[in-house]
């Protein structure tokens, strides 16, 4: 992938521990969004940033927060792990024209909650 | 808001044979249709993708199809090898692409048998 880094790869967390997935990408793009995989449910997307001080709600919200105070970070936090968060997250960016709007994924992060 | 529907969500094909995957959308504002490949494990890389302005777009062995009167577009992978077994995600954008903010069929499961 091109330079979408996701970490940690695996985490488990107990109900009500928050964390924060990291995510950076290093191609400047303005844009970055999360999205969690669940099976059978394709991709959803949680939250999204088209800029640095910018964000918005996506399909998922609700249990996440995001900030983005630099253009190449853009990490989620989980405020109170519940079980239903158990998923894959994956972070994506773009540089819209600049990249050919291409979307470029991390390879995602495995998260548990117990 | 947007929704992508996928079929199948199983496809099974003989070495050698073509493979068509076909996600109906229900936004008509949405213009930019982009395939997806994911391997175990690993995030979705981007295959193909087209734009509402074009009819069909080709590379190599994959090409895209897209009937905006209907709102269907499909994927077409021709001499399929053991290689292309992977699930396969389409996803539609209102956006140009360049934010990030794609709905996402629920995947087809690709098996190619050698």
């Known amino acids: 992938n091109a330079g979408v880094t996701q970490t940690p790869k695996f985490q488990v967390l107990k109900t009500g521990q928050s964390m924060t997935l990291q995510c950076a990408q290093d191609?400047?793009?303005?844009?970055m969004s999360w999205y969690r995989q669940d099976p059978g449910m394709g991709l959803r997307l949680i939250h999204y940033?088209?800029?640095?001080?910018?964000?918005d709600q996506g399909e998922v919200p609700n249990g996440y927060n995001v900030s983005r105070s630099t253009t190449e970070d853009f990490p989620l936090r989980l405020l109170s792990a519940a079980p239903s968060q158990t998923s894959v997250y994956f972070c994506?960016?773009?540089?819209?024209?600049?990249?050919?709007?291409?979307?470029?994924f991390g390879e995602g992060s495995w998260l548990t909650v117990v | 808001g947007e929704n992508v529907e996928q079929h199948p969500s199983t496809l099974s094909v003989q070495e050698g044979d073509s493979a068509v995957i076909k996600c109906t959308y229900s936004?008509?504002?949405?213009?930019?249709f982009p395939w997806y490949k994911q391997e175990l494990g690993k995030g979705p890389q981007l295959i193909i993708d087209?734009?509402?302005?074009?009819g069909e777009k080709k590379d190599q062995r994959i090409a895209v199809t897209l009937n905006k009167t209907a709102k269907h577009f499909s994927l077409h992978i021709t001499e399929t090898q053991p290689e292309d077994s992977a699930v396969y995600f389409c996803?539609?954008?209102?956006?140009?692409?360049?934010?990030?903010?794609?709905?996402f069929g629920k995947g087809t499961k690709l098996s190619v048998k050698p």
């Open positions: 994506a960016s773009s540089g819209g024209r600049n990249s050919g709007n291409t979307i470029y």
């Open positions: 191609m400047n793009h303005e844009y």
């Open positions: 940033s088209v800029g640095a001080g910018i964000t």
């Open positions: 936004d008509s504002a949405s213009n930019y």
């Open positions: 087209i734009r509402s302005n074009v």
């Open positions: 996803a539609a954008s209102d956006y140009g692409g360049s934010q990030g903010n794609l709905i």
